[in-house]
């Protein structure tokens, strides 16, 4: 072992502990004021580091100690392959600590503090929208999504999504960085700007916009059966709380896997559901997990009434490991250590609005999105799009009851109803089950140790209303992988002149020494 290693091996782990530091803001500490100097303690690492090589590696322990922290849940399901991705997405992370010794260490003029203002939060979320990618996991803990509880800082993401937020969230961070360590008046100016700026706009943008256009109204229950001895008795846990809900709906959800049963082939079980949708007055939006006929287990959001079954949409984006194992052949061991699917689920062809009626027979377009499927900020949005007046998603988390990920899970809908400007509900088996206003305001909640349901009335969106975010749609990480693009061709331009200038250095001849002073 070297000495530069042995010197070096303290801060890498270091800063595998800063990487942890913005799971702090997220629920289950719940310091949402933390995510605006919680990079701090890392940028610092990075741009102390010797080189901009031991920078990099020391981005990707960062990287690797964040995602560690924030998916630790997903050990009873993954097992030790939780090892493997946060190395896979910690590596994510290896530019942005490229970028920060490059743009922080000293000497740091008004130019590279200005640089390093725009061009670190845009490789932070190049990071973030790479890994948000299905193929990868989807999105989880992006940093913007901790500021759920705050709809005033929301009003970045009604213009550029949660990408927006977590933009301003990094750019603070840099900002206070640079105030930690840089003494140059106009550099300091520079960052205190920014700074000013990345805490005031979301404040600024939600006091100049109007309150996006209400349209009527919904009475919607959420239905939480809680835990239950198996199939069939949760099935009889979610008909008796129907049963008992007292004054009139539009809506009745149930949570994800509400029932096991075929509906299109269980007779006595649909007939059940269509008797109880008629005594209720309201359609139910029942979750659906079960095998087929061709065989295959699907999970579906089936819309029921007194007729039967009126629209189903199967779920598309599975989730990676719990609903089925990417690359199977080679991966499919993870399922002999861990509870990973034992079989690949099958996903659904296309996304489309649910056709709900009100009790008084008027449409009621609805964006019914399936669990993990809240996260993803495209699909809620293509909803708003298509003209959904409320995004309703139907949950199962029991498997993580007593970690941060119901409560994490839950506050997503905070976040999208912000980005559409659409009321959200969200109903699980066992919580947490929710509702958010069309601004993000969170109006009720049964939390894990519930067991009931939860009548809300939302103000409907206006059909033809959108947030910016609607009508723009990814432009805020876009324009991040841009100019990450343009920073990563800058730095290999700048190695480039540099290799030839050094190559045309050698190969200069020598100067011929003067004959004066030779004997």
């Not at 102390?48 to 090589?53: L, M, S």
């Not at 997503?412 to 509702?435: D, F, M």
Request: hydrophobic share 50%.
């Amino acid at each position: 072992m070297t000495l530069r290693s042995a010197l070096g091996r303290p801060a890498r782990y270091a800063s595998l502990a800063a990487g942890a530091l913005p799971v702090l803001a997220f629920p289950g500490v719940g310091w949402a004021w933390s995510a605006w100097v919680c990079l701090v303690p890392g940028l610092l690492l990075m741009r102390q580091a010797p080189d901009r090589r031991e920078a990099a590696v020391r981005g990707w322990w960062f990287g690797a100690g964040f995602i560690l922290v924030a998916m630790y849940w997903l050990i009873p399901s993954i097992g030790p392959g939780l090892l493997l991705l946060a190395l896979l997405f910690g590596a994510l992370q290896a530019p942005f600590g490229y970028a920060a010794h490059l743009l922080l260490a000293p000497p740091v003029d008004v130019r590279r503090a200005a640089a390093a203002l725009v061009v670190l939060p845009s490789v932070w979320l190049a990071a973030e929208f790479a890994r948000s990618w299905h193929a990868l996991g989807g999105p989880w803990a992006l940093l913007g999504a901790s500021q759920w509880q705050h709809p005033a800082v929301l009003g970045l993401a009604s213009v550029g999504g949660v990408w927006l937020v977590s933009a301003a969230l990094v750019a603070a961070n840099t900002a206070v960085a640079l105030l930690c360590t840089v003494r140059v008046p106009r550099v300091r100016l520079t960052a205190l700007a920014a700074l000013t700026a990345s805490v005031a706009g979301g404040p600024l943008l939600f006091a100049l916009q109007s309150p996006p256009a209400a349209a009527g109204s919904a009475e919607v229950a959420l239905v939480q059966a809680g835990q239950t001895a198996d199939e069939s008795a949760r099935l009889d846990a979610n008909v008796r709380i129907t049963r008992g809900l007292t004054g009139p709906v539009d809506l009745v959800v149930w949570g994800e896997s509400s029932t096991t049963a075929d509906l299109d082939r269980d007779r006595p079980t649909l007939d059940r559901l269509r008797a109880l949708s008629a005594a209720t007055g309201a359609q139910l939006l029942v979750g659906e997990d079960a095998r087929k006929a061709d065989g295959r287990i699907s999970k579906d959001a089936v819309l029921i009434d007194p007729a039967g079954v009126a629209a189903r949409y199967r779920k598309i984006r599975l989730v990676p490991f719990g609903e089925y194992i990417p690359l199977r052949p080679v991966l499919g061991w993870i399922a002999g250590v861990s509870a990973a699917a034992g079989e690949n689920r099958a996903p659904g062809a296309a996304f489309h609005l649910l056709p709900v009626t009100d009790r008084d027979g008027r449409p009621l377009p609805v964006g019914a999105l399936i669990c993990f499927e809240s996260a993803f900020p495209d699909m809620s949005r293509a909803a708003a799009a298509d003209g959904a007046r409320m995004l309703v998603y139907q949950s199962s988390t029991s498997t993580f009851q007593s970690t941060w990920a119901p409560a994490q899970h839950a506050s997503l809908g905070a976040i999208r109803a912000a980005e559409t400007g659409r009321p959200v509900v969200q109903a699980a088996l066992t919580g947490e089950s929710v509702a958010y206003d069309r601004q993000g305001r969170r109006l009720v909640r049964l939390t894990t140790g519930d067991t009931g349901a939860a009548t809300v009335r939302v103000d409907l969106a206006a059909p033809g209303a959108r947030t910016w975010y609607v009508r723009l749609g990814d432009w805020v990480p876009l324009t991040a992988v841009g100019i990450t693009a343009l920073a990563g061709g800058a730095v290999l331009g700048a190695r480039a002149r540099r290799a030839r200038t050094d190559a045309a250095a050698r190969e200069r001849p020598a100067p011929e020494r003067s004959g004066a002073g030779r004997r």
